[in-house]
């Protein structure tokens, strides 16, 4: 098993640029979750989905879209992108969503210029 | 890969001795804790966890205390390896009755001395 995927695993926007971050899991989990993780703050919930077909914000949502594409995939798109939103993205996934122990993909490094 | 904050933390221990990782909690409610692992270019990697109704747990070479009186949480390595060198974070899940809330804290960087 892959355990969960995130595609790129770095990427570099300018101001206002658009694109969506890529995750899927294979672990046959319910719930999965995005997260951002800057210096010296530990990771911050940006959206979750507590099982297909279902979204819910996180602590940061702000300028951000999700979507929950099957049991598989929960994708992170970033429609007008910001330097604030530099930072390492990482998807995780949990068997149910008060599941405790979560299971991280590698991260995404975003810059944005 | 991917790094984590350049200004966190850092305890460093020899090899073979005990580690002890502490960690400051923020909420009353929170009813559940949880330790990862975060080595360099990875995601976090779940170690161990505790019920708010538990004051220990222990795993293998870990031990988790829960003081909730201080709203504290420790992880203790035992014999120390340079394998647990990573930056290791607690998290908190509030309880509650709708949405899912769990507070990360910012970690305690590991460094193993062979």
């Known amino acids: 098993n892959a355990g969960v995927t995130q595609t790129p695993k770095f990427q570099v926007l300018k101001t206002g640029q658009s694109m969506t971050l890529q995750c899927a899991q294979d672990m046959n989990h319910n719930s999965m979750y995005w997260y951002r993780q800057d210096p010296g703050m530990g990771l911050r919930l940006i959206y979750y989905s507590a099982s297909e077909g279902t979204t819910d914000k996180g602590e940061v949502p702000n300028g951000y879209n999700v979507s929950r594409l099957n049991k598989r995939e929960f994708s992170l798109r970033l429609e007008s992108a910001a330097p604030s939103q530099t930072s390492v993205y990482f998807c995780?996934?949990?068997?149910?969503?008060?599941?405790?122990?979560?299971?991280f993909g590698p991260g995404t490094r975003l810059t944005v210029t | 890969g991917e790094s984590v904050g350049l200004h966190l933390p850092t305890l460093s221990v020899q090899e073979g001795d005990n580690s002890i990782i502490n960690c400051a909690y923020s909420n009353s409610a929170s009813d559940y804790f949880i330790w990862y692992k975060q080595e360099s270019g990875k995601g976090p990697q779940f170690i161990i966890d505790?019920?708010?109704?538990?004051d220990k747990r222990q795993g293998q070479r870990v031990t988790v205390l829960l003081n909730k009186t201080v709203k504290h949480l420790s992880l203790q390595i035992a014999a120390t390896q340079p394998g647990d060198s990573a930056v290791y974070f607690c998290a908190e899940n509030i309880g509650n009755t709708g949405g899912f809330k769990t507070i990360f804290g910012a970690g305690t960087r590991l460094f193993v001395k062979a």
């Open positions: 505790i019920r708010s109704n538990m």
């Open positions: 995780a996934s949990s068997e149910r969503t008060r599941s405790y122990e979560q299971y």
